[in-house]
């Protein structure tokens, strides 16, 4: 029943290591976002897919490549991570521009 | 470029208490008004939007706001709160035309017993 899910709900690791973080929704939306929540609580949006295509590519290291293999799936993939790189990270999705509807939460921690 | 103001960082209210969790907004075209809350170690969960319509928007638990376009504003309201209710809640706006949602700060609101 879960709407949007991600895993893991944890990843600790080593500097300089690379990761994935994956997605799915089951709402039959056709839009999904990846967001970045700092330790102050700050939210960002990172990059937004529409029917599998790139629309919102904000400020991010290269390091940080979205995929969506289809309009259920968005993977996030984290090369050379880095200890500014520890944060929330959420996956959400929408029917356009109407309500977002976010996942538990990745919470990445880089030693 | 669109932003959001949250006035408050902390708000502490005691149980029974009304609460008002303040928000005001950048953007003179139309817009989209959402607030969002955060229990600890959870994702965000939609309280109420304003899309169009009614200036009183009423949501889950009990919240309700009212969109002021004239001072760019949209203020949370609760009029009696529970220990249920500690939790970040945030304000986003996404504006006419726009697909990105942005968010304010974050009002972490702690109700004491």
């Known amino acids: 029943d879960t709407a949007v899910s991600q895993t893991p709900k944890y990843l600790v690791t080593q500097m300089g290591n690379d990761k994935s973080i994956k997605c799915e929704q089951n709402?039959?939306?056709?839009?999904m976002y990846w967001y970045k929540q700092d330790s102050k609580k700050f939210l960002k949006i990172m990059f937004s897919?529409?029917?599998?295509?790139?629309?919102i590519n904000e400020t991010v290291p290269n390091r940080f490549s979205p995929k969506s293999p289809d309009k259920a799936h968005l993977n996030l993939h984290i090369n050379s991570l880095e200890l500014g790189d520890s944060a929330v990270y959420f996956c959400?999705?929408?029917?356009?521009?109407?309500?977002?509807?976010f996942g538990p939460g990745t919470r990445l921690t880089v030693l | 470029a669109q932003s959001v103001t949250q006035l408050d960082s902390q708000v502490p209210v005691f149980e029974e208490a009304p609460v008002e969790l303040r928000c005001n907004y950048s953007?003179?075209?139309?817009?989209?008004l959402f607030w969002y809350v955060q229990y600890p170690n959870q994702g965000l969960q939609l309280l109420l939007k304003?899309?169009?319509?009614?200036?009183l928007v009423k949501g889950i638990n009990g919240f309700e706001a009212e969109f002021n376009k004239s001072q760019t504003s949209f203020h949370l309201r609760k009029p009696s709160v529970h220990i249920s209710d500690t939790a970040e809640y945030f304000c986003?706006?996404?504006?006419?035309?726009?697909?990105?949602?942005?968010f304010g700060k974050g009002t972490k609101l702690t109700v004491n017993p």
């Open positions: 959400a999705s929408s029917r356009g521009t109407d309500t977002q509807y």
């Open positions: 709402l039959g939306h056709d839009t």
């Open positions: 897919y529409n029917n599998k295509e790139l629309i």
């Open positions: 953007s003179s075209v139309s817009v989209y």
């Open positions: 304003y899309l169009s319509g009614s200036t």
């Open positions: 986003a706006v996404h504006q006419g035309g726009s697909e990105k949602l942005v």
